[in-house]
Structures are given as C-alpha cells and as structure tokens.
C-alpha cells in the first residue's frame, strides 16, 4: 500500500481524505462543523494542496489510547493518519523528487516555504481531529493584533517543515472535557514548556480528577470544576491566578488579555454558553471553557480563541446582553463566535458565550499578578493628572498635555529585558546632544549590571508617541513587598515630563504617608528617588556640580525674600520656535543687548532678561545650579557664554560645560541649530 495520497485541496477531498484514514460515513464527515471550520480556515490561507499520510504515530493519542481506548473491544488500533496542507499545487511526483534528490534542492525549500500546517486524524468514529498546527493568518499579526504562536517542526518521510502555530484538538467527550482541551491548549501556547513534555488530555484529565473531594478517576468524563483546573496546573508545577468575572467589564477584559498576550500568556476563559432563538432570546445550554490567544484593537476589538467546538484561532466578537432578549444574566456583555459560510459571508451569531471565570497560567515563580502593576499605573497616571488639575487651577494653560501618558504592560524574563535594552538606540532619531547620549548610556550600563529576579512585569510609560521609561516590577515577590525593582529612561524630556512632579514627590515625607492599596506606589518614588541621585551625578559630569551663588546684590533682595525673575522661561522638552522669534526684543551686534541663562539643578534650561542688574540668583530663584551665562544676538548668528560670576567663575573646566550647554541649546532650539555658536575665552567656536 502506498505510505501517502495526494489531492488537490477542497472540501470533498479533505472529507473523502479523512474518511480514507479510518472508513467513517462520508455525511458525517461533510457536516462536521470543525472539519468545514477547517476548510474555510485553510481556503483563506490559500491551500493548494492536501498530502494523506498513513500510518502515524502520534504521541498524544497512543498516550490516552494507552490508558483508555486499548480496552475497547472493537478497537481501531493505536495508529492515526496526518493530513499535510501546501499553498503550492503538488502531485506525487513532486513528493518523489523530494525523497530522491540531495538534501539541499529547489523543491524541499518550495515544499517549506509553502507549508501551512497538518491535522491529525484519529482512529476514533466521531471525535477524530487530534493535534492541530496550522499557520497563523497573516492579518493577525498587523498592526493593534497580536497571537500566540510557536515553532513545530515536522517530519514528513524525512523532509523538514515547520509551521507557527498552537496546537487545537477537538473534544473527545471520553478521556477529556472541554476545559481539558484548553488546558493542553494554553500549555501549548507557553513557549517555555518543551512540546514533547506536554501532557496528554487524559493525563490531564485524571490529574484534574484525583484529590478532589467527590471526584473520581474513572472515564468518562464530561467536565471539570475550576477547582480541577486548578489542581490540573498545580500538578504541572504552573502558578495559576483566578478571578471570577462577573463584575469585570469589557474595557478591562481587553486590557488583561492585550497585558497577558503580549507576554505569551494564554488564557483560560470559562463560560456559559447561551443559544440564540430566532427572536434573538439567549438559552441557556451548558458551561464551556476556550483558550484565548490572542487578540485585535480597533474601534471593535476582538479576541483570537482556540474553541474544540469549531477550530483554531477563532474571532470572538464583543457583544452586549442588553442588545439580546435574555433571562437573570449578571454580566453585561459576551463573546460570540464569528463564522464565514463555504462561499466567505459572516454569519448571524448562533450563541454568545458570557464569561464566569479566568485563569491565568503562568511559571510557578510569578507569585504577582498583573494586577499589582496596574494599579500602580494607574495610580501613578491618577496623580499626573490630578497635578495637572492643579496647574490647570492655577491658571496654567495644560491643554497640550492631557491624556498624553499612557502605558502598556507585559510579563518578561529579565534575560530577555536585557536583550531588549543592550540593544536599543537611545539617538536613533539623530537629534539628542552628546551629553544626553552620556547619561542615558550610563544609566544604561547600571541597569544591566544590576541584579534582578527571573520574572518582571514590565510596564512601558509613553508620553504621546515617545517612549518616555520603563518601571520593573519583581513578579517574584510578595504583595507586602518592596516590588519596584527598577526604573528604565528611554528619553530624558518625555520622562521628565511626566516625572518631574514625582521627582518632587519623593523628597517630601508627607507623600509617602499615602495609604498604599494593592499597589506599589511607595516603592516607586523610593525607586525613583535613587534614580535621582544617579541623574543628578551625570548633570555634574556634563553641566557642573550645583554652586550655590557666591553672593546676592542688595537690589536683589527685599524684606528676606528673593527678587523674582518674571521673565524666566523654562525649557525641558524642544522649542517648536526659532530663536529669533522666541527672543526678537534683542539688539543685534549690541553688548548690552542680552539675555542671562543656567542649566538649573534638574538639568532644565533657564532663560531670562537681566532687569535692573538683578542677574541669575533671581532667575535660579536662589538655588544652586550649574554652568550659566549670557546670551547675544549677532549679525552672523547667536553666541551663549560663561559669563555668570555667581555661578560660572570656580568651575575648572568651565569650557567644557559651556561646550555641553551648547548641545543643550542647538536641541532646545533645533530649528536655530546651524546659528547657535559658543564663545570661550573671547574665542569664538563653532562646532
């Protein structure tokens, strides 16, 4: 007999291969809704072609034919049969010349190149589709979607293929129950767990089954209780977090499955499973359990969930309970499954699935959830917004900086954090001055020369579309730990953007007396309160140490208080004017013509007039500060320099710091960077 039969792909001849593997009635093979899931999945990926391979040993049938089926009288044996799917049109001929040629040839790559995955069909009459692999649709993977995904090398006769995938099986309804499947999915999708030590679903089964109270370890059986799912993952030394569902709406829901799939974490999703009468009444049918693997932001998001009942990575659609004629349902929305007829057209739902619980597999070091990390996002972007109310209150105009910051958050293990920022390019928009490349790099270096746990969830602060830094939190450690293991600048001015208030924050006593609830904002700002005191020494490296002013004139001191500089501009991110327009009351080509700066003890630049003789101890508001100097505008361009006998005079290398500050002007002012020039020591340079 002939080890392998080739056909052209359609659905009769994916039916009529199934049914070669094991002689079951063609009608129910043709009806069978997974196989016509199957077929309308694999239509869209363009398959040319279907190869029957006879005769295979698949490793997790024999496991659970081993412990169950052996004992059926009229048996079909331990054997399965594989169906391989190609893109490209391939005949027997073309399988010949790829077992005879050398191993390097054309029609293997071509073989490789178009695979799209295989099907294991078991000798079972009804329950037959086994292990599952095939190629992920290349629209899940653009931009606002992500799957779960992993490599599954396959040996055909001795042709290497592969295909990216997570394996799906359908319900057997003997050895495994629907969470069973979602369990050996999720662990599938856990890119950590080798494939081969992967359990079978009747090892899962039994496993979920013992040491629970009224449980037994006998087959069939028809479902599994949360707590045996549980007790599924304990046995394979999983850390799981469990939460009901019933008072978590759509808006989060999304937010936990985007923080979880961006981590590789696949979700466990329980559910009851309402029909849908034609009168668009729900009724209620049973409970049920799908693995959820990825998802799709848009204006109408979407999840990507492994169902045994249908197939691989099916769309689940939001929907709400109140748009439907239902009974006492406590949840607001559900899922329903979007399904395509043969010829391509979405379908009116059948059913809606309202969630009751999820479970989140994870490495049994992971002691934290998420949640920990997002609520002290949260409560950190709550106080940014709350400070601009205040500043809003105070007559400032705040407009541009609203609903700016945001966040994303992921689980990472801390030796691939350090591939991600060993690598990363903190100038690659080739606009930041060499100073601030120094000081990134050396916040850099201590970064990855610290010492960290294996698991950290990650959380990535923006400010608008810069990323602005990063916060570590230990996913190792306890709920009554210190958990902020570290804070990551990625740019300077977005991070002080959103920083500069907490920086604050973290000097005053009376804020950390602020009650912390299942977050981990107090170990932020002392966190952040060390990063501070690194910053500040790189700003002396570039800027000079802070000098308090070597004395105050008597006009600029009145009743014990400082004369204050209402001219003072500030600069922490870049000006969108030039400096012509910013300061066009200057006199060109006249001395006595200028404007007074500093680089201010947080690294900001100062700029202001010099009125009345009142100079920079008013502009600096008396506190130390570093590197300061005048401003002129001439006919060839403008000129800083050093000229600050409060500030300037005791500095060694003063020629130095001016020559950064010069850097830091051409940034602030990019538009006027070919016409900004230094003067050191009446010599004038241009750089």
């Known amino acids: ?198 359990p079978a679903c009747s090892e899962i089964t039994i496993g979920a089954i013992n040491h629970i109270d009224g449980s037994s370890n006998s087959f069939p059986s028809k479902e599994l209780s949360n707590k045996q799912i549980l007790r599924a993952l304990d046995l394979e030394s999983m850390r799981n977090h469990h939460q009901p569902m019933d008072d978590v709406s759509q808006t989060e829901f999304v937010k936990i499955a985007q923080y979880h799939i961006d981590s590789g974490i696949p979700l466990i999703l329980g559910a009851q499973v309402y029909s849908v009468l034609d009168d668009g009444t729900l009724k209620l049918r ?69 969630p009751s619980s999820l479970i989140i597999p994870t490495h049994k070091k992971v002691r934290l959830p998420y949640t920990f990390a997002d609520a002290t996002c949260s409560f950190i972007l709550q106080e940014y917004e709350n400070w ?74 923006y400010f608008g579309s810069q990323a602005a830094f990063r916060v570590l939190f230990d996913a190792t450690d306890i709920p009554q730990g210190d958990a902020v293991a570290g804070i990551f600048i990625q740019n300077i001015q977005s991070s002080n953007a959103i920083l500069e208030i907490f920086k604050q924050y973290a000097k005053s006593r009376s804020h950390f007396k602020i009650p912390q609830t299942e977050n981990f904002y107090i170990s932020f700002l002392k966190k952040l309160r060390g990063i501070e005191e690194g910053y500040f020494e790189n700003l002396s490296l570039t800027y000079g140490e802070l000098r308090a002013p070597l004395y105050l004139k008597g006009n600029e001191i009145a009743g014990g208080d400082i004369a204050q500089n209402s001219s003072k501009r500030q600069y922490r991110l870049s000006s969108c004017k030039t400096l012509d327009e910013e300061f066009d009351e200057l006199t060109v080509d006249d001395k006595d013509s200028f404007m007074i700066w500093a680089i201010a003890y947080d690294g900001a630049l100062l700029i202001g007039k010099e009125i009345d003789g ?55 002012f990019y538009r006027s960077r070919e016409v900004i020039h230094a003067s050191l020591y009446h010599k004038v340079i241009s750089i």
């Open 614 to 668: 009142i100079g920079h101890p008013a502009l600096t508001g008396f506190k130390p500060a570093r590197i300061a100097g005048e401003l002129h505008r001439k006919s060839d361009g403008w000129y800083i320099n050093s000229k600050s006998g409060r500030y300037s005079s005791d500095y060694a290398n003063a020629n130095d710091f001016l020559l950064n500050a010069l850097e830091k002007f051409r940034t602030v």
């Open 1 to 198: 007999m002939i080890p392998y039969l080739v056909s052209a792909f359609a659905k009769s001849t994916l039916t009529n291969l199934v049914k070669e593997s094991f002689g079951s009635d063609f009608p129910d093979i043709f009806r069978k809704e997974q196989i016509g899931y199957i077929y309308r999945y694999l239509n869209d990926l363009g398959a040319k072609t279907i190869l029957l391979e006879f005769d295979y040993i698949d490793r997790d049938y024999l496991e659970d034919y081993s412990r169950y089926y052996v004992k059926r009288f009229s048996g079909s044996g331990s054997k399965c049969a594989r169906l391989h799917f190609f893109s490209t049109e391939v005949d027997h001929r073309t399988i010949e010349r790829a077992l005879t040629l050398p191993s390097v040839n054309p029609v293997k790559s071509s073989l490789a190149e178009e695979y799209l995955g295989f099907i294991v069909i078991k000798p079972l009459p009804k329950t037959f589709i086994g292990r599952t692999c095939l190629r992920t649709y290349p629209s899940m993977h653009k931009e606002g979607r992500r799957v779960i995904s992993r490599q599954y090398d396959v040996d055909l006769f001795g042709i290497k293929l592969s295909v990216d995938s997570v394996a799906f099986q359908e319900q057997d309804k003997v050895i495994a129950a629907c969470a069973t499947t979602a369990i050996w999915s999720s662990l599938h999708a856990i890119k950590s767990r080798p494939v081969r030590s992967i």
């Open 388 to 461: 601009l109310q205040d500043l809003s209150n105070a007559g400032k105009d705040i407009a541009s900086l609203r609903s700016k910051v945001k966040y994303t958050i992921r689980l990472s293990e801390i030796a691939d954090l350090r591939q991600e920022i060993i690598g990363y390019d903190f100038n690659k928009e080739g606009e930041l001055p060499p100073e601030e490349i120094g000081v990134l790099n050396n916040e850099k270096v201590k970064f990855l020369t610290g010492s960290y746990a294996r698991f950290h969830w990650v959380a990535d602060f």
């Open 286 to 354: 049973a409970g049920h359990a799908v693995s959820v693997l990825g998802y799709k932001l848009s204006s109408e998001p979407a999840l990507y969930i492994h169902d045994d009942r249908l197939g691989p990575y099916a769309r689940a659609k939001f929907v709400l309970i109140k748009d439907f004629k239902s009974p006492e349902i406590r949840g607001k929305w559900g899922l329903t499954l979007q399904e395509k007829s043969d010829v391509g057209e979405w379908e009116r739902p059948h059913e809606v699935l309202v």
